[in-house]
Structure formats: structure tokens, C-alpha cells
């Protein structure tokens, strides 16, 4: 067996997510009892909570719902590079150059030295669009990051978010890197078909290639 390594965090009501947007919640509709043979929830949550993709209709009002992406980007070959170092400001492309020589079409970055998993970071390491349309340029398809965003947290005009709107690539954020050395991998991360979406939760993995 090939090994796997869980890149997506646990998702549960400790969970943070971007200051204003809906926490997880979770109600039983039906429990067990001498007269219900199951339990039933309802969850109620934000699409960005925990590792997510992001949709174009996310920073697009004419953008894809998240349902009608093609699962290309989300599924195979992919390189983790870390880029601690960068934080907590923009990772540009001299952050990532060492590691770019045949690079595929998935890219995966590390900024955390430990995920914060249990409040959110108002000075995230974001993307400088520069290195955006830099790795567009290389053929990557899908940059992935263990950040809450690609921007700044405090950004409103959202430059590396248009950066991808521009080159159609797809992102996915708050992944979990931690214990994942720098390398080549197999990518198995994809989202759910909401229609309507604007993004949609991933169960993200690593395969050993």
C-alpha cells in the first residue's frame, strides 16, 4: 500500500474561520431511541471552513459555481514546497524558485511551522500576485496553500484571487502541511458538486507517488 498522508484539518465547532464568515454547527435532527433506529444531524456552516476550494464565483459575480469545475486540476500529480520562511508577508516567486525545475501542474505550499488550528490568523502568509502569474506562466493548474487565504486578510481588492481569475487556475486553502516533507506526490482533493456554491469542502490527500 502506497502512503497516505491527511491533509485536511478536523472540522468541528473549534474550527476557525475568516472573522464574520459561518462557524460549524452541528444539530441532531434524530437520535436513538426505542422509537428512532438512527441518528440524523444537520450541519450549518461556511464552505470555506476547513480545507476548501475555492470556486470562481467566489471573486467572480460571473465566475463557475463550484459544481461545474472540472476535477482535472484537483486530481493528480503535485509538488509541496515549503516556504516558512516567508511569513508572515507575500510568498513570491524567489520563495519557490529552488524547487521549480519541472514543476507539475498542482503546487502546494507550506507557510506554517504549525497549523493554527484553533484560531484564526489575522497575519496569514498570503501570495504575491506576481508569483501568481508567474506559476500560470510555468503551466500550473492548481496552487494550493495551508493559509486561510491566498491575500492578505485585510485585503479588499483581492489581487491574487483576480490574478487567478485571470489564468483559470483553481485554489485550495487551509491545508494541512505540517508533517509533509517537501516532494512530489499524488493529489486527491475533490470538492463536492454544489451547484450553487461559491466553494466547497475537500477531504484532501497525499498519495506516494
Known amino acids: 500500500m502506497k502512503k497516505l498522508w491527511d491533509i485536511s484539518p478536523p472540522v468541528d465547532a473549534q474550527s476557525p474561520v475568516f472573522p464574520g464568515d459561518t462557524p460549524y454547527k452541528q444539530q441532531w435532527a434524530a437520535t436513538l431511541s426505542d422509537t428512532c433506529p438512527v441518528n440524523v444531524s444537520a450541519i450549518t456552516l461556511s464552505p470555506h ?4 476550494a475555492d470556486a470562481p464565483l467566489h471573486y467572480d ?3 463557475a459555481a463550484v ?3 472540472d476535477l482535472l486540476p484537483f486530481l493528480g500529480r503535485c509538488r509541496v514546497i515549503h516556504a516558512i520562511d516567508a511569513g508572515p508577508f507575500l510568498i513570491t516567486i524567489a520563495h519557490l524558485q529552488r524547487a521549480l525545475n519541472d514543476v507539475p501542474e498542482r503546487l502546494l505550499v507550506r507557510t506554517y511551522r504549525q497549523f493554527p488550528s484553533q484560531h484564526f490568523d489575522t497575519q496569514l502568509t498570503a501570495f504575491d500576485p506576481a508569483c501568481v502569474q508567474h506559476l500560470a506562466d510555468l503551466g500550473v493548474l492548481l496552487i494550493g496553500t495551508d493559509s486561510a487565504s491566498i491575500d ?3 485585503s479588499k481588492a483581492l489581487p491574487s484571487h483576480q490574478a487567478v481569475r485571470q489564468r ?7 491545508l494541512l502541511l505540517d508533517d509533509v516533507p517537501e516532494g512530489d506526490y499524488e493529489l486527491i482533493a475533490l470538492p463536492l458538486k454544489l451547484m450553487t456554491a461559491d466553494a466547497s469542502p ?3 490527500v497525499l498519495r506516494e507517488l
Do not use: I, K
Open 49 to 52: 471552513v476547513g480545507a476548501h
Open 202 to 204: 475537500v477531504r484532501a
Open 168 to 174: 483559470g487556475l483553481r485554489v485550495l486553502e487551509n
Open 67 to 69: 459544481g461545474a469545475l
Open 152 to 154: 492578505p486578510a485585510d
Open 61 to 63: 459575480p460571473q465566475g
